[in-house]
């Protein structure tokens, strides 16, 4: 049966994705709101699609991550204003991983960006009001910059079996497409842009709708090119991205967060002769140092379903921190998660205790990502 919608408050201000009439037709379990959208979370266990993202291909609707876009003559100048990673080392047909901060430092989105133009950039957002805060940033400028929301709906498709979904789609050419690169294509007369991208840890691609009254026709489009490979609709798989250290802003990190802090640092450039919101606080905070870290965490005992609260983190009889997401990986076979914790815990090997929502529960700091640390799995 398709998943009731009775069972969600509904209105006009809860949109639906171009995808949404395709995926009733594949039984969706349930819904949340992303982005001022209805987000499909899964398809199927939660188990049962991590297994078959890691053995098989996946497609997943992520069009609730809507689109920034930034054009105009000082489109690459206020682009570059949100950001601390160096844009001017993103090529035309390039995207990058990058953070949009605040003038404390704090962390406002952690999106992929597209460069599709010399001053024409997309930013794909979590969910967040990071829209209004181009805005407003934008507002007083005197800058000929026009930001918008475009007509973009991306999917995923992921698995170690994407590359040949993507080859019975696009050709055998698609094949030499670069980890963080893109084309702009049409499949079937519908306009797309194919990423070499993913937040799954695992080989993948994204498609970029730009026309979002074709959602229903290239979702079958994609799930017939991927049936002679199992291909199967999934929600966003969590335990695949807390084993490759894949963060949820929001969940994981929110503006009250600096890169320092979530060991992000890299995406920074703080050294660069260009300006970006939040550099001298950034400069400041690497001097500085900071009090507390987010880490990786083993939390020993049986198997624990996700968390929908972040739990208190105990040393002693004394609460020095929060989980902000743990779960069971079946393939590790242990619970694994991220915690918050002062800079004078946060070494490796650190014992903690964890008040699961069944009792205390022993802890230990352990390195981050789970798996893969080097990211050789997606950039093969």
């Given at each position: 049966m398709a998943f009731d919608m009775s069972l969600v408050q509904r209105g006009a201000r809860l949109r639906q994705t171009p995808f949404y009439e395709a995926e009733q037709a594949y039984n969706p379990r349930g819904y949340t709101v992303y982005n001022?959208?209805?987000?499909?979370?899964?398809?199927?266990?939660?188990?049962?699609?991590?297994?078959?993202?890691l053995r098989h291909v996946t497609l997943w609707d992520v069009a609730v991550e809507r689109q920034l876009e930034v054009t105009g003559r000082d489109g690459f100048r206020f682009a570059q204003l949100l950001t601390p990673r160096d844009l001017s080392r993103c090529a035309v047909g390039q995207g990058k991983y990058v953070l949009i901060t605040a003038p404390d430092g704090g962390i406002v989105n952690d999106p992929v960006m597209l460069r599709l133009g010399e001053?024409?950039?997309?930013?794909?957002?979590?969910?967040?009001?990071?829209?209004?805060?181009?805005?407003?940033?934008?507002?007083?400028?005197?800058w000929e910059v026009q930001l918008s929301e475009p007509d973009v709906s991306p999917l995923q498709i992921q698995g170690p079996r994407s590359?040949?979904?993507?080859?019975?789609?696009?050709?055998?050419?698609?094949?030499?497409?670069?980890?963080?690169?893109?084309?702009?294509?049409?499949?079937?007369?519908?306009?797309?842009?194919?990423?070499?991208?993913?937040?799954?840890?695992?080989?993948g691609y994204e498609v970029y709708l730009r026309d979002g009254s074709r959602g229903t026709q290239l979702w079958e489009r994609i799930m017939a090119a991927?049936?002679?490979?199992?291909?199967?609709?999934?929600?966003?798989?969590?335990?695949?991205r807390v084993e490759g250290g894949i963060l949820n802003w929001g969940a994981d990190m929110t503006t009250e967060n600096n890169p320092f802090e979530v060991g992000l640092e890299r995406l920074c450039d703080l050294d660069g002769a260009f300006d970006f919101m939040g550099k001298q606080a950034l400069r400041r905070?690497?001097?500085?140092?900071?009090?507390?870290?987010?880490?990786?965490?083993?939390?020993?005992?049986?198997?624990?379903?996700?968390?929908?609260?972040?739990?208190?983190?105990?040393?002693?009889a004394g609460?020095?921190?929060?989980?902000?997401?743990?779960?069971?990986?079946?393939?590790?076979e242990k619970n694994i998660g991220y915690a918050w914790l002062p800079v004078e815990l946060a070494g490796l090997?650190?014992?903690?205790?964890?008040?699961?929502?069944?009792?205390?529960?022993?802890?230990?700091?352990?390195?981050?990502?789970?798996?893969?640390?080097?990211k050789e799995i997606p950039r093969s």
């Open positions: 001022h959208m209805l987000f499909p979370i899964a398809f199927d266990d939660f188990e049962a699609e991590y297994w078959h993202l001053n024409h950039f997309w930013f794909a957002l979590a969910s967040s009001d990071a829209l209004l805060y181009a805005i407003g940033l934008a507002a007083n400028l005197g590359r040949e979904v993507v080859q019975a789609l696009f050709g055998d050419e698609i094949r030499s497409l670069r980890y963080y690169w893109f084309r702009e294509l049409e499949l079937d007369g519908i306009p797309v842009i194919l990423t070499r991208t993913g937040w799954t840890a695992e080989v991927g049936r002679p490979f199992d291909i199967r609709p999934t929600g966003p798989v969590d335990i695949r905070i690497r001097a500085e140092g900071v009090r507390r870290r987010l880490v990786g965490v083993e939390i020993g005992g049986e198997k624990l379903e996700m968390n929908f609260t972040k739990w208190p983190v105990h040393v002693g609460q020095v921190g929060t989980v902000t997401t743990a779960l069971w990986s079946p393939r590790l090997g650190t014992s903690v205790s964890v008040a699961s929502p069944d009792g205390e529960r022993a802890a230990t700091v352990v390195p981050m990502p789970f798996l893969d640390p080097m």
